[in-house]
């Protein structure tokens, strides 16, 4: 799981409680941010899925979820990761920060394909594109 901890009383009561672990404890900034945005690329196909939230984490329990048109910087960038790594499928999970820049918080080499019941035929363009990329490699 993840936590966000705002003070210095916060963490020094997370850092005790984590000496009991046997596993390592990963710790990033937070970034405020204005957008987030999961962009799934499946063989040529690309969606983007701006997400909200009641709270910071909008990947997680997102309250709101469309589809938009993916910003070109992200897609050029994701892209260059993608032939990077070699995949054919993979999801970007984004976030436009308060700043005014993109940052790329995680790749999925295995992200969910359910877009959103509201948007049932993009899902079925995403499953559409892996049943292609598998008939191509058998």
Not at 7 to 15: H, L, P
Not at 36 to 60: F, Q
Not at 90 to 100: K, L, M, V
Request: charged share 30%; aromatic share 10%.
């Amino acid at each position: 799981g993840k936590l966000l901890i705002n003070n210095e009383y916060e963490w020094s009561e997370i850092a005790d409680y984590s000496h009991g672990f046997r596993k390592f404890i990963c710790i990033e900034e937070f970034m405020p941010y204005e957008k987030d945005i999961r962009l799934t690329v499946v063989g040529n196909e690309i969606i983007a899925c701006e997400r909200k939230s009641e709270n910071w984490k909008a990947n997680v329990n997102p309250t709101w979820m469309d589809i938009v048109d993916a910003p070109e910087e992200i897609v050029d960038m994701s892209k260059t990761v993608q032939n990077a790594v070699g995949c054919s499928v993979a999801g970007y999970d984004w976030i436009f920060t308060e700043r005014g820049d993109w940052k790329l918080l995680e790749m999925n080499l295995s992200p969910g394909l359910n877009i959103s019941e509201e948007h049932p035929g993009m899902e079925n363009k995403l499953q559409t594109e892996v049943v292609r990329l598998l008939k191509k490699q058998v």
